[in-house]
């Protein structure tokens, strides 16, 4: 009985074998790489957690701040009321802000206080006259 085919279908197999073996070696070692690297991300957004709690509890509370929506007039009108002395008007307003005196921005700036008014910011001192609320 020949035995030699059945020893070169081993070797075959036990090449496979150790060929896959070595090919998920080389997984598992770019793994543990990828897991250091996660687990490093992980320390520093730890420490980056710690350093801005730390900072915000030593941060002054704003007294009265609301949440204002995301546009950049609403800090620049509240600077303005801020620093008013007496109520202003919707194109005051937006004379301020350096907007064009068209009626579309003068009517812009106008529901951006009105919205002020709502969130409790401003005040209507008569009708389409604004102040801060004290």
């Known amino acids: 009985m020949n035995i030699q085919p059945l020893v070169d279908a081993l070797g075959i197999q036990e090449d496979a074998a150790r060929a896959m073996a070595d090919d998920l070696r080389t997984q598992i070692d770019e793994l543990q790489v990828r ?7 992980l320390e520093h957004l730890a420490i980056t957690r710690k350093t801005v ?19 950049p007039d ?3 009108i509240l600077a303005l009321f801020n620093e008013a002395t007496g109520p202003l008007r919707a194109r005051d307003v937006c004379q301020a802000l350096d907007h064009e005196l068209l009626p ?3 009517e812009g700036t106008r529901a951006k206080l009105k919205r002020l008014v709502k969130l409790d910011v401003l005040a209507e001192a008569d009708a389409g006259s604004f102040t801060r609320r004290r």
């Open 35 to 41: 897991l250091r690297e996660a687990e490093t991300h």
């Open 53 to 71: 709690t730390t900072l915000a509890d030593r941060i002054p509370a704003q007294a009265n701040s609301p949440d204002l929506p995301e546009h």
């Open 74 to 76: 609403y800090p620049r």
């Open 104 to 106: 579309m921005n003068i």
